[in-house]
């Protein structure tokens, strides 16, 4: 690949870095927050959850600034962003500002999650979209691994203090990649249908398309001919039913694997087995190191065998670790929970976790591509949300076996989906699938 194109990814995919960091970040400093401000399990699901309600609404509107004003400047804004929030959950004295700062780090994953995948998809080659776009999961899940780590080294470094350095260290990264994204281009599906700056289009597509600019030229023209004004920019106009659906219902399967639940309170789970405090931490770090092996995996088959065959394994391994997980908790024998749970990581990460923002930004046309992103990535986070905010109460009240197992039949849903409904887009066109999809 040409590597400015690499280069440009990798920026862009750093968005997803600050979404995995601020995301796990939290799990360390959860218990003192709950312990410091003495919050019931609903207050304290409440605080926890605040970043993710922020989320619902970034991703709602995420797509709004990127179709008006570009990519690029809504990624530098969410950079921007990220690192207000980093310094203000460090620095306050009480829950309710907590939670206001937790849930302006939300506004920037939630968009940071519709405008990324999106950036990386209309930049890249065919043949090379799965393995770009997975870059932002890469940077998720290394984003996530780092963040239990500078966890696990930060505990005891403050005193009562060390959920601050813990919350505040995002701020570093989020500086870094607000200065460089001031480095990147604009997407040329932008720039050609959205600004009609032919020419700056045609430069980017110099460096990022070896078919030849012309034929790309014509390409993002045809697909944008034949809707008219009044249809073109709506994605409930019943064109795109088939997408909304598959969009929709991925990315409710996503939290309905409970992998929010388990990255955001990781160190209560391994705690409520037996484990001491600094044993858990360390055993979430474990996480942390499963979750980037399988990624890493998955960046490696997704343009070789394709999206439908890695969500074949995650979904087995899904509702096979979690089902081992429920009774093992129902029969408090607590010995090989930390290995489900590093199974479970696994399959999330060779297979939704590394399909997701792949799939979702290459099931739509250009004309609503952002805001089909928008509603998988909001349907994602609205699911995440409740899921969090609830945990805590119901592991309080009927312990790990009940919430594990309902889990593992949801997977098997999913298992139903990728098997009736999903179609492969390995090696397609935008344009092809745009074809291909609707109506």
């Known amino acids: 690949m040409n590597k400015k194109l690499v280069l440009w990814s990798i920026t862009v995919g750093l968005g997803g870095f600050l979404f995995g960091l601020d995301t796990a970040v939290i799990s360390g400093a959860e218990?003192?927050?709950?312990?410091?401000?003495?919050l019931d399990s609903w207050q304290h699901g409440l605080a926890v959850a605040m970043a993710l309600y922020g989320t619902v609404i970034g991703a709602a509107f995420g797509g709004i600034p990127a179709d008006k004003a570009g990519r690029k400047p809504t990624l530098l804004w969410i950079g921007i962003l990220f690192f207000v929030s980093a310094l203000g959950t460090a620095l306050v004295n009480d829950v309710y500002s907590f939670m206001l700062f937790r849930?302006?780090?939300?506004?920037?994953?939630?968009?940071?999650?519709?405008?990324?995948?999106?950036?990386?998809?209309?930049?890249a080659p065919p043949k090379y979209r799965g393995r770009m776009v997975i870059s932002f999961q890469v940077n998720i899940v290394v984003g996530i691994l780092l963040?239990?780590?500078?966890?696990?080294?930060?505990e005891g470094v403050g005193g009562d203090n060390d959920w601050r350095w813990m919350l505040g260290v995002v701020a570093l990264p989020a500086l870094a990649f607000s200065v460089m994204m001031m480095t990147t281009p604009e997407t040329p599906?932008?720039?050609?249908?959205?600004?009609?700056?032919?020419?700056?289009?045609?430069?980017?597509?110099s460096i990022t398309n070896e078919e030849g600019v012309d034929a790309a030229i014509q390409d993002i023209r045809q697909s944008a001919e034949g809707e008219s004004g009044e249809k073109r920019d709506r994605l409930f106009s019943g064109k795109y039913n088939f997408p909304v659906l598959l969009a929709f219902l991925f990315a409710a399967f996503n939290q309905l694997s409970g992998i929010n639940a388990v990255i955001y309170?990781?160190?209560?789970?391994?705690e409520m087995t037996g484990l001491g405090k600094e044993t858990a931490l360390l055993s979430t770090a474990g996480i942390?190191?499963?979750?980037?092996?399988?990624?890493?995996?998955?960046?490696?088959?997704?343009?070789?065998?394709?999206?439908?065959?890695?969500?074949?394994?995650?979904?087995?391994?899904?509702?096979?670790?979690?089902a081992l997980a429920g009774?093992?908790?129902?029969?408090?024998?607590?010995?090989?929970?930390?290995?489900?749970?590093?199974?479970?990581?696994?399959?999330?990460?060779?297979?939704?976790?590394?399909?997701?923002?792949?799939?979702?930004?290459?099931?739509?046309?250009?004309?609503?591509?952002?805001?089909?992103?928008?509603l998988g990535s909001l349907t994602h986070w609205v699911l995440a949300a409740i899921i969090t905010n609830v945990f805590p109460h119901f592991a309080d009240t009927y312990g790990g076996g009940p919430i594990f197992l309902f889990f593992s039949a949801m997977m098997v849903f999913q298992l139903l989906y990728v098997w009736r409904m999903m179609p492969e887009t390995k090696g397609v066109s935008l344009e092809e699938l745009q074809k291909r999809l609707t109506k």
Do not use: C
């Open 288 to 322: 942390g190191v499963i979750n980037l092996i399988f990624t890493i995996g998955g960046w490696w088959l997704i343009d070789r065998f394709g999206r439908r065959v890695l969500m074949y394994i995650g979904s087995v391994g899904y509702i096979v670790s979690l």
């Open 265 to 270: 309170f990781a160190p209560r789970i391994f």
């Open 189 to 205: 599906r932008w720039l050609l249908l959205t600004k009609g700056d032919e020419a700056a289009a045609r430069r980017v597509l």
């Open 327 to 374: 009774m093992a908790f129902y029969n408090e024998s607590y010995a090989l929970v930390p290995v489900y749970i590093f199974a479970f990581i696994a399959s999330h990460a060779i297979g939704q976790g590394a399909v997701i923002w792949v799939f979702i930004s290459e099931i739509f046309p250009n004309a609503v591509r952002a805001s089909g992103m928008a």
């Open 103 to 123: 849930f302006l780090g939300g506004l920037s994953i939630g968009a940071s999650s519709v405008v990324a995948p999106v950036y990386i998809s209309e930049i």
């Open 147 to 154: 963040a239990y780590v500078s966890n696990y080294l930060l």
């Open 31 to 38: 218990q003192d927050i709950q312990r410091l401000w003495n």
